[in-house]
């Protein structure tokens, strides 16, 4: 049965209005606020006030006393506080996938997976709270002892991009909370609904358990303010920060100018190799999840597709049939499988992507229009769209944040490994193929350049046990399972003298006291 997210009177849709800043009780003092409007039909859903100054120096100084708090309480006990949480989620996952289909515009069983998504990384982080294991090694000298152990961070900044309004947080959070750190969230202005019901489901459960204002915040507004005033924060230790790349150069530089640590998780322009040899069933149905869901606007979106010479012909024209077959429209319809972009910003992208793209020689087998009849006047809708397209294509190069998929045809596995390779961002990349040595020369170190390889399955939809992020544009950052956690905890080695001597390492003599 769906459990109504409590902050809304009325089945979800209604438009309200509601504070940004949240530091254990919802606070607001300024007049300015963000219009959300749904990208289903450009209706607002609500108004939410932007953090202040001085609210956002109440929620670092809340987070700074909470952390005194919380560092000191068992991690299991706070795997304790996250298990709670996960529950808490699985009770409010159709509501929850609902406002996130409603505000970012996914279709709904993508909604609901992002939550699904928050719940595993909530089960995830529970387990690991009695895992998080330092190593004993032997030490050179006698009777003492060589250890490395970890210690809570401090308040952690989480800078969310719209695409995921939920997942990415969680990914962060739960990780986070488990390793001892307080949070502080800035999610995008362009979903600050779902950001506003996570933090209320997890606030019910740190009210039940009575534990201290200022463990999860949230503040609210632009990047170029909020976000700005984050990064530059020597109060906040760690800055996790998803979204483009120009972002995340940006941050990247604030940060390491107070010596600050960051984990950016920037943009992509996955690629993925047909082999010959390919099972065309499989690569059918992975190349249309990974195009297409999220109207092509996940950070992991297949964008190049490279297929070998003998199967191009065949490949494009089952691809360019089950594209015009794609049912695009409201995403709260069962049949729809691509709803609307974002933003009208959104739409002009596409719009001048594909201009760029014909000017520069690409051929549109499919798509290229933005929709605008009947009912997708009020929303942003496009329609997806594939491109024969040749390597000197400056298009190749972006990350245009919209389902527009380039088909690009090679003759032999080094060209295509060379083609995927030849672009500046590294997140996620595939192959297709039966054959073993293809297999593993694509993950082999002369292979893909990216954070994630996959043989036979597409670029995107991860599992959350597994480190995600990526290599050079993309920012190199690691988030979610294997030992993401590193980075949200202080390593300290610890070296513990038990015996009556004082030996120094390295056998050194020094005055007449020390012997070696
Ligand atoms: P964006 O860069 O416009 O915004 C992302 C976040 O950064 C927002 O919260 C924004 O307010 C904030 N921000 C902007 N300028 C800032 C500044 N100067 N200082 C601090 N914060 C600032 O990105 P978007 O359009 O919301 O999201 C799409 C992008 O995110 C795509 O490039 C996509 O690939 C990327 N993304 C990457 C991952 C990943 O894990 N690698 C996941 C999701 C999205």
């Avoid at 006990?77 to 996914?106: C, D, H, N, P, W």
């Avoid at 082999?275 to 992991?300: K, S």
């Avoid at 077959?325 to 069962?334: C, D, M």
């Amino acid at each position: 049965m769906e459990t109504h997210l409590p902050f809304f009177e009325h089945p979800l849709g209604k438009t309200f209005h509601h504070s940004g800043t949240f530091h254990g009780h919802w606070h607001e003092e300024g007049a300015e606020r963000i219009r959300d409007e749904s990208p289903v039909d450009g209706a607002a859903l609500g108004h939410v006030s932007v953090t202040t100054e001085n609210d956002y120096e109440e929620t670092i100084q809340k987070a700074q006393e909470a952390f005194l708090v919380w560092r000191s309480i068992p991690a299991p006990k706070r795997g304790e506080i996250v298990r709670q949480m996960g529950l808490r989620f699985r009770k409010y996952k159709a509501s929850l996938g609902r406002l996130i289909t409603l505000e970012m515009g996914k279709i709904l069983p993508e909604g609901e997976g992002e939550v699904q998504e928050l719940i595993d990384i909530a089960d995830f982080a529970v387990g690991l709270s009695r895992q998080l294991y330092g190593m004993t090694t032997q030490s050179e000298r006698p009777s003492h002892r060589l250890y490395e152990q970890w210690h809570p961070l401090g308040p952690v900044g989480i800078i969310t991009a719209f695409n995921f309004p939920v997942a990415v947080f969680g990914w962060n959070a739960m990780i986070a909370l488990v390793c001892g750190d307080t949070l502080i969230w800035k999610p995008s202005s362009k979903t600050p609904l779902s950001a506003i019901a996570v933090i209320r489901i997890m606030d019910e459960v740190l009210k039940e358990n009575d534990l201290p204002e200022g463990i999860v915040n949230l503040v609210t507004g632009p990047g170029a303010a909020t976000g700005e005033a984050l990064a530059g924060d020597k109060r906040i230790p760690l800055i996790s920060a998803t979204g483009s790349v120009r972002m995340g150069k940006h941050v990247a530089r604030v940060v390491a100018g107070r010596l600050g640590r960051s984990i950016l998780e920037l943009g992509g322009n996955n690629g993925v190799i047909l082999m010959e040899d390919a099972n065309l069933e499989l690569a059918l149905q992975a190349v249309l999840f990974g195009a297409v869901g999220t109207a092509g606007q996940r950070c992991t979106t297949i964008r190049r597709l490279m297929i070998h010479e003998g199967i191009l012909d065949q490949f494009s024209e089952r691809l360019t049939g089950a594209y015009r077959a794609i049912q695009v429209g409201n995403p709260l319809e069962p049949r729809t499988l691509m709803g609307p972009l974002i933003d009208g910003e959104a739409v002009a992208q596409f719009e001048t992507a594909v201009e760029t793209i014909v000017k520069e020689g690409g051929k549109i087998l499919s798509g290229g229009r933005v929709l605008k009849e009947g009912s997708y006047a009020e929303g942003f809708y496009v329609e997806p769209t594939l491109v024969l397209a040749h390597p000197e294509m400056s298009m190749l190069q972006k990350e245009t944040f919209a389902p527009i998929l380039y088909l690009l045809p090679f003759k032999t596995r080094e060209e295509a490994i060379s083609l995927h390779n030849a672009v500046s961002q590294g997140l996620s990349s595939a192959m297709f193929t039966q054959n073993l040595r293809h297999a593993e020369t694509f993950l082999g170190p002369a292979g893909s350049d990216c954070g994630i390889a996959n043989i036979n399955i597409g670029t995107s939809g991860a599992e959350i046990g597994g480190a995600f992020g990526g290599e050079k544009e993309t920012g190199g950052g690691r988030e979610a399972g294997s030992d993401a956690w590193k980075a949200y905890m202080r390593r300290q080695t610890c070296t513990l003298n038990w015996g009556e001597d004082m030996p120094l390492a390295q056998g050194i003599r020094f005055g007449s006291g020390c012997t070696t």
